[in-house]
């Protein structure tokens, strides 16, 4: 048999599974069946491989190829789209042929001529004759009514971060784009956001139905809770009772429901004839997929069509669209919408890098739709340090399983690391210690005021675990069952007491391993304690999405009676360096825990505005917003000028938005005719712009008279913290415990300079100064940042900054900042004694620029002019960007743009050489 021979072969299957009747043209018999496709049907141009019929009438043609043409499928559609616009013999109708498709066994293609600027894609298989029929009948086909007929979106009941969600992707799906991506924080309201598209994707776009994607039963459930609650703007009525909104079971999929809500798993074993584990349904689909024997395809299934579906909304889409699940995402001939807090770069490159919105977690505290975290750190020596169990001890050993137990000596010495712990070995006075640590932090320190355990979630690293922790909390607190629960897969009323722990005063305190980590809603939840550690960025992301939610007074005190107001905040308590074993990618706007809101302000209108001290001032007005009233809140907006408490704080960190700047940077590039990318734009440049728009957003602190009302406000609603030493634990409380690195890392670097000084430039220059002060160049710097890049340091200027940061912050300025290349240089002059403290090259720069403009204004006949004054200034900072300056450096960047060397010369003279061996001596050196 020929290739292309078997290549039809394969077709004729898949047309037959799809309800085609296959027939030669010899044996044409239309009324055989309502799909007929006819092979090597006569045209004008010649026979066509299979003309399509629906109910006798004549309605697409395919082209067919042998498998190794597939890479050539779209080379063929212009082969297609002749015979579609041939006359077929024996048809009256001349009009072309709507639907297209090319295939191999292996491949195919469809293109619907009727859409907007018709384009193919790859389908799974043939569609059924009746949906050809259908389609052919509609005045207009999806991908047109999706592009003309959707109306402005009514934002009534949407926040700004949907109403762009919403906008975004209707624009993508009129753009034919078939994968969109909205990325939006935890609790901004990613479902209803969802809903809201899905209910206009129904009413306007005419969708014949839409598949709503989980990866666990639990999220199915909400999902369905908030389909049911869901009452779209222009109508009365709920969503459900609008249109028929089906949970997929064990029945499969109800023909007469708009909205399937099913979990992936179920799909994949419709798709794949895989038993169904109801089980497998409770764990994340990542998870289940580890434990599914490999191997096991999805094939066309003809009581789910690859038409099923016209549009797929993906849940938590970084977790299950990956491996095994893509083969469903592939079935489906459907527009796919994917849901994320945490998206990654796997996430992006599978939605084609489409992402219709983005609200970042940092934009959702400042708009007050979720609150900001503080981190607490609890060491215990064993969790450091580990420890050993000598031979021939007589201790427990207890079956993982079972938890049966039996009394017995140790054969051998058995030390064990922190990493250990609760795994091979059960440590129970290192889960005492941490749990009365976060007791004690709790009372004394976090939560002062209040006279209940704030709603607490624990992370536990096993099933097995979480009961050893569950144990230990009830002893410690004094408390009975009800006090503290497990929710776990394992736990048969695990719902229950999920929906108990959500709304009612008891449990204070749940225990968890994975089913409570991601996508479930637990408003009132305001510590989160971590016992295990996360290797997974986006999983820890997710984790730590359980504490964002906002709620106000009144719903925080239904579960906590004695909260004095709204929640403002969560607790995140790191028992094993959760947060330093991985980059997250929201970080804790709180970066100067300890200093005071007062000083915050001060240091702001007295220009100290690194990133640190705006983030913190930032949260502390977000968080000061909640707690206010409304006297004390016109106050403040009196004396900002008309600008709420709120907006205060989103200016700051909308200021250090850094696309934002680089975006600002470029306008104001091209605004000055100079053409510049991202990737070209120069660090003075982004310094500039984030400058103007820091000192934007600061301007209103310049006011006395602000600053002294939001220290009013803020004492009116302070609260007594009663400190206590803790002398059961090896670290407790604000910081980092990578100090002795940090120390390590200093010291690394001073060895390192000392040892290497006679054969590096930059170090040269520093250790036999002032005989060399003109030595000093970029180059040399550039050589020693590449030195200490190597091993066995492996430091950038940034880890070496945040190190001596971490060592000596009184002496350290500008820790938030950008470092640049330069900074190497304050960094050799802070580890050698020659400065008292550690500051940004360029300010250094700064300092002495305008002291040497100064002394040199002072002994010249005349000062210098503004514009030669100006020219300086450019001098000054190409130094602080290069270490010196030279004729030849007129021919880069700004200087060449405002006039080079000539320029320079024409305001200078001859002066022009003495003033830049000046100011690289001084300013440098």
Known sequence: MTPEAQARQVIDERLRAAGWQVQDYAQLNLSAAPGVAVREYPTDTGPADYVLFVNREAVGVIEAKRDEAGEQLVVTESQTERYAHSRLKWRANSLPLPFLFEATGQLTRFTDGRDPAPRSREVFSFFRPETLGAWAAQPATLRRRLRDAMPPLASRNLRDCQTAAVTGLEQSLAANRPRALIHMATGAGKTFTAITAVYRLLKFAGARRILFLVDTRNLGKQAHQEFMAYTPPDDGR????????????????????????????????????????????????ADVARAVKPGRVVGYAAELPIETFDFVVIDECHRSIYNLWKQVLDYFDAFLIGLSATPDKRTYGFFSEN???????????????????????????????????????????????????????TE?????????????????????????????????????????????????KTDSHADDIVQAVREIYGQGNAFCRKVTYSEKQADAVLTAFRNDYAPRIAVTVDMIATGTDVKPLEV?????????????EQMKGRGVRSLDANGLRKVSASADGAKTRFILIDAVGVEKSLKTESRSLEQKPGVPLKDLLHAVALNQRDDDTLLTLANRLVRLDKQLEGKARARIEKASGGIP??????????????????????????????????????????????????????????????????????REREQLIDHVNLDTVAFSGFGAQAEDEARRTVQAFADFAKAHKDELAALSFFYQQPYQRRALTVEAIQELAEAIARPPLMLTTDRLWAAYARVQAAQVKGTGLQRQLTDLVALL??????????????????????????????????????????????????????CSIARDDFDYAELAARGGLQKAWGLFGEELDGLMAGMNEELVA
């Not at 004690?440 to 992370?459: D, N, Q, S, W, Y």
């Not at 989160?528 to 820890?540: A, W």
């Open 238 to 285: 709920t969503f459900t009772e609008l249109y028929n909104v089906q949970r997929v079971g064990s029945a499969g999929v109800d023909r007469h429901a708009q909205v399937c809500i099913s979990t992936i798993q179920r799909m994949y074993a419709a798709l794949s004839g895989e038993a169904l584990d109801e089980s497998a349904e409770d764990i994340p689909a």
């Open 355 to 409: 992402v219709v919105a983005e609200y970042s977690y940092e934009d959702s505290v400042a708009d007050g739709v979720n609150v900001g975290y503080d981190v607490w750190e609890i060491v215990t020596d064993i969790t450091r340090q580990g420890a050993e169990l000598k031979a021939r001890e007589w201790v427990d050993h207890r079956d993982r399983q079972t938890r049966k137990k039996r009394w017995a000596e």
């Open 829 to 882: 002059r802070f580890a050698l004694g020659l400065d008292a403290e550690l500051k940004p090259f360029a300010d250094t720069v700064n300092q002495r620029f305008a002291d040497w403009i100064w002394r040199h204004n002072g002994r010249r006949a005349t000062a210098f002019t503004p514009e030669q004054t100006e020219w300086l200034r450019l001098m000054k900072e190409h130094i602080a960007s290069s």
């Open 528 to 540: 989160l304690l971590f016992m295990r550690d996360v290797r997974s960025r986006g999983y820890y």
């Open 412 to 460: 051998d010495d058995t030390a064990y690391t922190g990493k250990d712990l609760d795994r091979s070995v059960v440590n129970p006075s290192q889960i005492r210690h941490v749990l009365q640590a976060m007791k004690t932090a709790v009372e004394t320190k976090l939560f002062p005021g209040r006279r209940e355990m704030p709603k607490t979630l624990i992370f536990a």
């Open 645 to 714: 408490v709120r907006e205060l704080g989103k200016a700051l960190l909308h200021a250090l938005d850094p696309d934002a700047i680089a975006q600002a940077a470029l306008a104001t590039a091209r605004a000055q005719g100079i053409s510049r990318s991202e990737d070209t734009l120069l660090p003075d440049e982004i310094r500039a712009t984030r400058e103007a728009r820091v000192a934007a957003a600061c301007a209103p602190f310049d006011a006395p008279e602000l600053r002294e009302q939001i220290e009013h406000a803020r």
